[in-house]
């Protein structure tokens, strides 16, 4: 399975960026995405999730309000729709995919998916 992150790039704050992540590779169900970002330096945390049953979410404190997750269940991709970015939105940003059925209160662990894209770097400028 290969998850493929697009959509990072530069841009000022107050602006807006829309990441997107594809699944491929062997026929598989997922049921969740999720993505994370990370810091140099610093353990990658959690951003959003996203869970195929019911489509419930989960946004960290930092980025509810500016950020939305969505994504089709039946291609396995999903989107982050970032608005209002701040320079401390400036990281590298992962997705990821859990395959086994998880509670939407764990989705927010990096220990719950199973596979994981390369990263895609977002920088937002003062």
């Known amino acids: 399975v290969q998850l493929q992150a697009s959509g990072g790039g530069l841009v000022q704050a107050g602006g807006s960026l829309r990441l997107s992540c594809a699944a491929s590779?062997?026929?598989?169900?997922?049921?969740?995405m999720g993505w994370f970002r990370q810091y140099p330096g610093k353990a990658r945390e959690s951003v959003a999730a996203?869970?195929?049953?019911?489509?419930?979410?989960y946004y960290a404190d930092s980025v509810k309000g500016r950020f939305t997750i969505s994504g089709d269940s039946a291609k396995n991709t999903v989107y982050l729709q970032m608005n209002s970015l701040k320079p401390e939105d400036t990281a590298v940003y992962y997705c990821?995919?859990?395959?086994?059925?998880?509670?939407?209160?764990?989705?927010?662990?990096?220990?719950?998916?199973?596979?994981w894209g390369q990263g895609t770097q977002v920088t937002v400028s003062s």
């Open positions: 990821a995919i859990a395959t086994y059925t998880r509670a939407m209160s764990t989705l927010a662990a990096g220990s719950s998916y199973d596979y």
């Open positions: 590779g062997r026929t598989f169900s997922s049921v969740a």
């Open positions: 996203i869970s195929w049953s019911g489509g419930s979410t």
